[in-house]
Structure formats: structure tokens, C-alpha cells
């Protein structure tokens, strides 16, 4: 679906460039590459599926513009060209990905002088060229320019490439979108690799792995027996983190463990619970759907499902579910609101700011504000809980307590790719099977909320 939507973009892009403009996409690759060079040199305004290398290094821009004597690369892109640079925030920062990748091409230019400066665009799918200067900080906190994360990439990749036998896999969230995920996962089994420990990454797990290396090994570790002043052994691993990787290690290795509290939590008792979940294409940058489920009384067998969905990829049918949805919650002042992760409040600060007419930022700050709603995943399971499983997501821990998806591939990921087909088809057995997915996922919220409320406090957070 990406690739059929992400070429669909770029053919209408392309079809709205000038005349004037040079056509080299299809071509093969080295007569594609002289004849860029001849269009730089020529003086050339746009060339469009040129091809560009020098040394070791090889580009193919899907445009370059001319900029008084020189060029900058510019990449059509399906999705928008920039991220929230603070939480909330509509227009922001590069995406760390387009940066390296437009980066490239601003390096192959440069070194035969034909680049306009470490400046390129990213054309997104809001027709907005959005320029990435590649020699700013990459954020408030952080000194390094996107520049520097370039350049070390590229040089990872030649040391890489000198050496492939050198590079190991690591477990990571974005393992969930990529098709090789059950290859490198039996991988990292078989090596009880310490990236199978929750939250702990490749640099933790490469700054570890020279003292343990198997995941066993980190479970009968002392974390006291490491600390190094007011560190630890472990380059970037402080004391805290270290002791909770051991814990967790200790649940993950231990046959049978079960969740336990760090610390007492109180969840409010009350007579109306709300689950909340939406479902949001962040390539469209649309939200489609509003899920609630409500309980009554604590009694699962008084639940109710309600879906205020976007029957169309428009702002007007974006506008209208979201509204809906603001007056569901407005008619119910009384119920404890629930959701998982910051993901709703920072869609629904930007549909506010989308369709100010619907209500008040105001509404919606009070709307995820304590005690009027709660974060499980934020302020309840990051905090407070410990569990025998490989990450925290909702989906990993509702199923260790036993709840199945109706779907048979139920992700975030499916359910864009079901709602493009909606678009497309109209078909309603697609649209139901999204609510259908929405509602399991608003009851995997609840069962994961009852499953906290078993747990008990254990008094040593290095123990399982």
C-alpha cells in the first residue's frame, strides 16, 4: 500500500512540473547519470529521476533544482515532510530518516562543487517543498547537527560493508513494520540476546554485552556489584536503569512469573469507565475513527461500543467524527477515561487546532487531564508495573492475560492499509472489520486496567 500510494503521489507531482523541465526516470542508470551532469552543467532548472555519485557514493534524487549556480536535491514524499518538534506542535523538525537520506545527495553534489550549500527539500504530500538545513541542531537538546548524524551513518555503513560479519541485530519497537521481524527474532533467541530484555536497546546492550551477554546472564547479575561512582560500569547505563534491566531479565528468564507492582498505585473506583482508542493514517494525515467502550459498575457484561468514524478521506468527514466524538465524551462528565499512551491527547491537540469551531483547546486539555482521564500505559504500567513479557505495548500484555484479537492480524499498521481499501472499494465488511479491530483494542485496554488491579507490590524491584 505504501509503495502503490507513494508512487501514485510522485506521478502527480511529476505531472505538474514544467515542461521545461529534465525527464530522466526509466532510463538506464549510467546514461541517466551522463545526462544529469549535462543538464547541471546545461544550466537546467529541474531535472527530475536524475542520478548522481562520486567515489563510493551514489544518489538518485527524484529532483534536483537549480539554485543560482548550483543544485539542491529535493525527495517526493507520500507523508509530510516534518515532525512536531515538541509534543503537540503541527509543524516542526526534519524526520531523522529524510535528513540522512537528502544528506547523501547533498554530499555527492558537494564534492564536485555543484551544491548550493547542505540545505535540500523535502516536496510532501501537502504540496508543501519544506527545506531541511542540514547544518542545524537536530533539536533544543541535543548539539549535533543533522549533518553529524549523517556523517555517521555513512561512515557506519562503510564500516559495515568493510566488515559484514561485524553487525548484529537488535529487538526495537520498529521491528513491528518490517517483514523480516520473525527472522531476527529467532536469531536473538537463540542467542538470548539482551535486546529480548524490555527497553533495553542496542546501546545498552552493547555497552553491557562485554561483562554478560546472554540474557540469563544479566538476570543473575548484581546491579550493586557494578556501580561505578555515581554510574555504573556500563558506558550510558546508570544505576537505575541497570537495576531495572536486571529485574526484568530475572521475570523474562524466570518459567511461570507473573506482573508485579514497583510501587502502590490507586486507580479510582467509580461506576463509569470509558476505554478510548482511534485509529489515524499518518500518510493522509487523517484520524478515521473514535472508538469507546464503556462499562458499567465494574461488569464486563455491561459494556457498549461506540465508533464515530470518517466514511471518507476528507477534512470535512475528519471534522465531523471528531466532533461527534468531543460530544460523546461531554455527555458523560461523570466516567474515568482511559487510553493507552500519549498518542489520543496529541491527535486530539491537533484536531483542535485543526477545527477550532468544534471546542475550546481548553476541552481538550481538560478531557486528558487527571482524574477526568488516565494514561494507563504513561502513568500506570511504565511507572508502576513490571510484567514477564519482551516490551509493554498493549497488544503484549493483554495477550499474556489471555485476551485474543477477533482479527487474525490485528496492528495499527492493518488497519490503515484496510482503511485505503475502504476508500477505494466502499466495500462495508472492510469498514466494519477497522471498528471491529477498534473495539478489541478498547477491550484490551479494560483487560489490561483489570489485570493491574490483580497485581501486588513486590518488595524487591530486583526480584520477580
Not at 82 to 94: I, N, T, V, Y
Not at 102 to 107: A, E, G, H, I, P
Request: negative net charge; hydrophobic residues 40%; glycine residues 8%.
Amino acid at each position: 500500500m505504501l509503495w502503490r500510494r507513494g508512487a501514485s503521489h510522485e506521478t502527480k507531482v511529476v505531472a505538474g512540473l514544467p515542461e521545461t523541465s529534465v525527464f530522466l526516470a526509466g532510463l538506464p542508470g549510467e546514461e541517466r547519470e551522463r545526462l544529469t551532469t549535462e543538464a547541471m552543467e546545461g544550466g537546467a532548472f529541474l531535472i527530475h529521476g536524475g542520478r548522481i555519485s562520486s567515489g563510493d557514493l551514489l544518489g538518485d534524487p527524484d529532483i534536483l533544482v537549480r539554485r543560482g549556480d548550483a543544485h539542491v536535491a529535493a525527495d517526493i514524499k507520500s507523508g509530510r515532510g516534518d515532525e512536531g518538534a515538541e509534543e503537540g506542535e503541527d509543524e516542526g523538525r526534519p524526520k531523522a530518516s529524510y535528513a540522512v537520506q537528502v544528506s547523501l545527495y547533498c554530499d555527492v553534489l558537494e564534492r564536485p562543487g555543484r551544491s548550493a550549500g547542505r540545505i535540500a527539500e523535502i516536496w510532501d504530500v501537502r504540496g508543501r517543498r519544506v527545506e531541511y538545513d542540514l547544518s542545524s541542531q537536530r533539536g533544543p537538546r541535543t548539539a549535533s547537527t543533522w549533518w553529524d548524524l549523517y556523517e555517521r551513518t555513512r561512515d557506519a555503513v562503510r564500516s559495515i560493508l568493510a566488515a559484514p560479519d561485524s553487525t548484529l541485530g537488535a529487538l526495537a519497537a520498529s521491528c513491528g513494520l518490517c517483514h523480516w521481524r520473525s527472522v531476527c527474532t529467532a536469531e536473538l533467541e537463540a542467542l538470548d540476546d539482551l535486546t529480548l530484555v524490555p527497553a533495553l536497546g542496542r546501546a545498552a546492550r552493547d555497552a553491557i554485552s562485554p561483562v554478560v551477554g546472554r540474557a540469563v546472564g544479566l538476570a543473575s547479575l548484581d546491579p550493586e556489584r557494578c556501580v561505578k561512582g555515581r554510574g555504573t560500569l556500563f558506558r550510558g547505563v546508570g544505576q537505575d536503569r541497570l537495576r531495572t534491566f536486571v529485574a526484568r531479565a530475572k521475570l523474562l528468564t524466570t518459567p511461570g512469573a507473573s506482573g508485579y507492582l514497583k510501587t502502590p498505585i490507586e486507580l479510582p473506583e467509580v461506576g463509569h469507565e470509558i476505554f478510548f482508542d482511534i485509529e489515524a493514517d499518518p500518510m493522509r494525515d487523517c484520524v478515521y475513527l473514535h472508538g469507546f467502550l464503556h462499562r458499567y459498575g465494574g461488569d464486563s457484561a455491561s459494556e457498549r461500543f461506540f465508533a464515530f468514524t470518517a466514511e471518507e478521506a476528507s477534512a470535512a468527514a475528519e471534522r465531523l467524527a471528531f466532533a461527534e466524538a468531543m460530544a460523546h465524551v461531554a455527555a458523560h462528565p461523570e466516567a474515568t477515561i482511559y487510553y493507552y499512551s500519549k498518542y489520543e491527547r496529541t491527535a486530539y491537540r491537533k484536531l483542535q487546532r485543526r477545527y477550532p469551531d468544534v471546542c475550546p483547546a481548553g476541552d481538550v486539555e481538560a478531557l486528558f487531564t487527571s482524574p477526568r482521564s488516565i494514561d494507563l500505559y504513561c502513568d500506570v504500567v511504565t511507572k508502576a508495573t513490571e510484567w514477564p513479557t519482551r516490551n509493554h505495548s498493549i497488544k503484549t500484555l493483554a495477550k499474556f492475560l489471555r485476551f485474543a484479537w477477533r482479527d487474525t492480524d490485528p496492528s495499527g499498521a492493518a488497519s490503515i492499509e484496510w482503511f485505503d481499501r475502504w476508500i477505494e472499494t466502499g466495500d462495508r465488511a472492510v469498514l466494519q472489520r477497522i471498528i471491529d479491530y477498534n473495539e478489541d483494542d478498547c477491550v484490551a485496554t479494560r483487560v489490561v486496567l483489570d489485570g493491574i488491579r490483580q497485581l501486588s507490590v513486590h518488595s524487591d524491584v530486583s526480584r520477580p
